[in-house]
């Protein structure tokens, strides 16, 4: 069966529902406002890596002009596919534009347990088979100040100029030299209506003895940990020290050993709401989309929590080890151009970073031009305090990414 375009009319009903009182506590209020978007992206990102910069980095022999090959490693349910062919459209497309034989995989299910997996080969300047790879903010930061990326030549990609003018100048990656926002979102809450006897308004509403055992939870603790602590009153986005911190890994704790959780998972939550193992948890907005649109089950909901929910952007690097660097450029400035981002906007249904994208959305999917999901509003943001995880420091990083793995049971 061929999945579904998310702008088709049972997918854009939760676009709707995002647009009435039905959504969330509060009626969306007013249009377009991504440049507060991009300053609240651009507020939470990491602090400035150590100084070295680009010119302490050796780089490998490029080989582009003569091996016309690029391979992305990104996540799951991130990019327009079509599943009668099998194959990516704007991904097609980039190669009949260009020659370069682009390829494409879902390797990355969870920022830790990807960049463990190939990070002994990137510090031994070894080919992890990638020439692109998509990496949030806060691992983004470390792969920078690691010296695992390769430095851009921005002035060699056109497009990435219609950047949204906040985003520009991040402090993990000051002038972008290393990376280039791919797409942002929300974590919130995503249930199937049918199957819970009460609309779900909170996290609360998830610790109920119907959903017992049947909940999923994301294992970036920066969301999951982020919605708990917004819960418990703290502002995420400000000065929280371990304390705060530690209660909320308590609470997560404390509801998988008493059973509610079924699982704390990677991208690869959405198999067990799929397969009805998990009908309800804490999710990544767009992933809805693709829910609703695979399983043709239009009752599969989105909600920002009552107390609030958390906003997140991923970036788009060239590893330490890649030989085609030039031939990475070229196609992460295709996605910069505003018809090309708003095609694949309109599929993953993700915070889209690209000026101009909206008037081309506008002429594929008028109402899909007006998500919140994907072109947000600065009233949207601010009545449903959608916040951004304060930057960490190395230390903290570290000491609160192995208290969580104790809940998780790495």
């Not at 919130?188 to 998830?206: A, F, H, N, P, R």
């Not at 305090?385 to 903290?396: C, D, P, V, W």
């Amino acid at each position: 069966m061929a999945r579904r375009h998310p702008a088709d009319p049972e997918v854009r009903g939760l676009i709707r529902a995002a647009q009435s009182a039905d959504f969330s506590r509060r009626a969306l209020l007013g249009t377009v406002g991504m440049g507060s978007v991009a300053a609240a992206l651009a507020a939470c990102a990491p602090p400035k890596p150590p100084a070295g910069g680009a010119a302490a980095i050796k780089l490998p022999t490029d080989v582009s002009a003569t091996d016309k090959v690029v391979r992305w490693a990104n996540w799951t349910a991130y990019l327009d596919y079509d599943e009668e062919t099998k194959k990516y459209p704007t991904l097609e497309a980039f190669i009949k534009k260009t020659g370069i034989r682009a390829t494409y995989s879902e390797d990355i299910d969870d920022n830790d347990s990807y960049f463990n997996k190939i990070a002994p080969q990137l510090r031994a300047k070894q080919d992890i088979g990638k020439d692109i790879f998509t990496f949030t903010d806060w691992m983004a930061n470390r792969i920078i100040r690691d010296q695992l990326a390769q430095p851009l030549d921005i002035i060699r990609m056109p497009n990435v100029s219609n950047m949204l003018e906040p985003l520009k100048d991040v402090s993990f990656d000051p002038g972008r030299q290393y990376s280039i926002t791919w797409q942002s979102g929300f974590a919130g809450i995503g249930y199937d209506k049918t199957k819970v006897t009460k609309e779900i308004k909170s996290l609360d509403d998830l610790w109920t003895p119907e959903l017992k055992g049947r909940v999923v939870v994301l294992s970036e603790f920066r969301d999951t940990l982020g919605l708990i602590m917004q819960q418990q009153g703290v502002d995420i986005s400000k000065g929280f020290g371990k304390t705060q911190f530690e209660n909320a890994a308590a609470e997560i704790d404390k509801r998988v050993k008493d059973g509610y959780i079924r699982r704390i998972k990677g991208n690869s939550y959405l198999e067990d709401l799929k397969s009805g193992n998990a009908v309800a948890g804490i999710v990544w907005s767009g992933d809805l989309f693709v829910l609703r649109a695979e399983t043709e089950n239009d009752n599969w909901q989105f909600v920002i929590p009552e107390s609030g929910g958390t906003l997140w952007s991923d970036n788009l690097m060239v590893p330490i080890s890649s030989s085609h660097r030039k031939n990475a450029m070229r196609l992460m400035d295709y996605y910069y151009d505003p018809k090309v981002a708003a095609e694949v906007a309109a599929w993953v249904n993700y915070v889209c970073p690209v000026t101009g994208a909206q008037a081309e959305m506008e002429k594929i999917d008028p109402e899909l031009a007006k998500s919140p999901f994907i072109f947000p509003s600065e009233a949207y943001l601010k009545d449903n305090n959608i916040q951004g995880f304060r930057a960490l420091s190395a230390e903290e990083d570290a000491d609160y990414s192995a208290a969580w793995a104790k809940v998780v049971g790495n």
